[in-house]
Nanobody
Framework: QVQLVESGGGSVEAGGSSRLSCVAS????????MGWIRQAPGKGREGVAA???????SYADSVKGRFTISVDSAKNTLYLEMNSVKPDDTAVYYC??????????????????RGQGTQLTVSS
């Protein structure tokens, strides 16, 4: 059974940094497509970033150059390093995983496995 457990986020001032973590069990993170999606208040889920089993990453234009997705195989953990955060980044962030899919940030909202989410609030 796949289980994804996120942590991190919290409250951050605009321009600051934060890191999200996602510990996976039941799957091996470097053998799947892993990603992050988010949902802001009153909006639908949107893809943020994804990384395939070769380590190739893709990012939404809104976070490119500010966010970095990475995998630690030894810890079976996915990360999202967020720098220069903006109030528009405020959302619940979810870790997602799937196999046999087109592994890009645009498809991440449709991945079959998703964690419970963690809140990031950015104040101006």
């Amino acid at each position: 059974q796949v289980q994804l457990v996120e942590s991190g986020g919290g409250s951050v001032e605009a321009g600051g940094s934060s890191r999200l973590s996602c510990v996976a069990s039941g799957v091996t993170v470097n053998r799947l497509c892993m990603g992050w999606i988010r949902q802001a208040p009153g909006k639908g889920r949107e893809g943020v970033a994804a990384v395939d089993n070769y380590g190739v990453a893709s990012y939404a234009d809104s976070v490119k150059g500010r966010f970095t997705i990475s995998v630690d195989s030894a810890k079976n953990t996915l990360y999202l390093e967020m720098n220069s955060v903006k109030p528009d980044d405020t959302a619940v962030y979810y870790c997602v995983a799937d196999g046999g899919v087109r592994c890009e940030w645009e498809t991440a909202p449709y991945f079959h496995n998703r964690g419970q989410g963690t809140q990031l609030t950015v104040s101006s």
